[in-house]
């Protein structure tokens, strides 16, 4: 016999079918960044990252020698030393360490080979130690087309508050900064500030915000406060 089609419920399956497939590549996608959001909720900063994977040159530790005294200190183990021409980015609280990739081009498919292999130095910024303002950008989440390491690599960057620290290191140099200010911003507001004056020899971190949205900007602005060698 005849069974005319339930057009309504036909339409609620696909609906239900098309929700849960979205949920699913979501997860597939932004896991690893909710992972991060939630294993640092649970245990907060000082618990020890998993170790970040880097290209190039495995950096190892080493007792410095310091002239002046000539007596060797064992640098701090949670701040790696980079070799020369490297530069690294780290950020304890979030448990970041990164190679700074600068593109080899003003390019965006540039910009956007330089985060599979790291953070990006956005083109036209100033080097640590050059004054003015230096932009370094990063992942929070997985693109589908991504196929770097460092997807979540500013997954946590959102956690970071006024008077927090991070650290640039460029050969035998470690340049520390101090968080001045965070802001929540839409990109047009972010290229509008971007574009004003910077305060001393600053670097602004950013990423996209929420995790899996690019509706918003974390922007982090830190000023130096500190140049040493290591």
């Keep these: 016999m005849y069974q005319p089609i339930n057009i309504k419920k036909e339409l609620l399956f696909f609906i239900g ?49 310091h002239p002046a005294t000539n007596t060797p200190e064992r640098t701090n183990p949670a701040i790696p030393i980079p070799n020369a021409g490297e ?13 700074i990739i600068a593109p080899l081009k003003d390019t965006m498919p540039e910009i956007l080979a330089t985060l599979e292999k790291g953070v990006g130095l956005y083109p036209g ?7 003015g303002r230096g932009v370094i950008l990063g992942h929070s989440s997985r693109a589908s087309w991504y196929r770097g390491n460092y997807a979540y690599i500013f997954s946590l960057l ?66 130096v406060i500190r140049t040493e060698p290591i």
């Design 125 to 131: 910024s100033n080097l640590p130690g050059q004054g």
């Design 17 to 65: 079918l098309f929700i849960a497939l979205s949920l699913v590549l979501f997860w597939i996608l932004n896991g690893g960044a909710y992972f991060n959001r939630l294993t640092y909720a649970i245990f907060g900063p000082e618990v020890p990252a998993d170790p970040i994977p880097a290209e190039g040159s495995i950096i190892e530790l080493a007792p410095v020698e």
């Design 87 to 99: 530069r690294t980015l780290v950020i304890p609280k979030i448990h970041v360490t990164a190679p």
């Design 158 to 223: 959102s956690k970071l508050e006024v008077g927090d620290e991070f650290y640039i290191m460029e050969g035998r140099t470690r340049y520390t900064y101090r968080v001045f200010e965070k802001k929540f911003l839409t990109p047009s507001d972010t290229n509008a500030l971007l574009a004003g004056q910077s305060r001393g020899s600053e670097i602004d971190l950013i990423t996209c915000y929420p995790v899996g949205s690019a509706s918003k900007r974390t922007l982090i602005r830190g000023e």
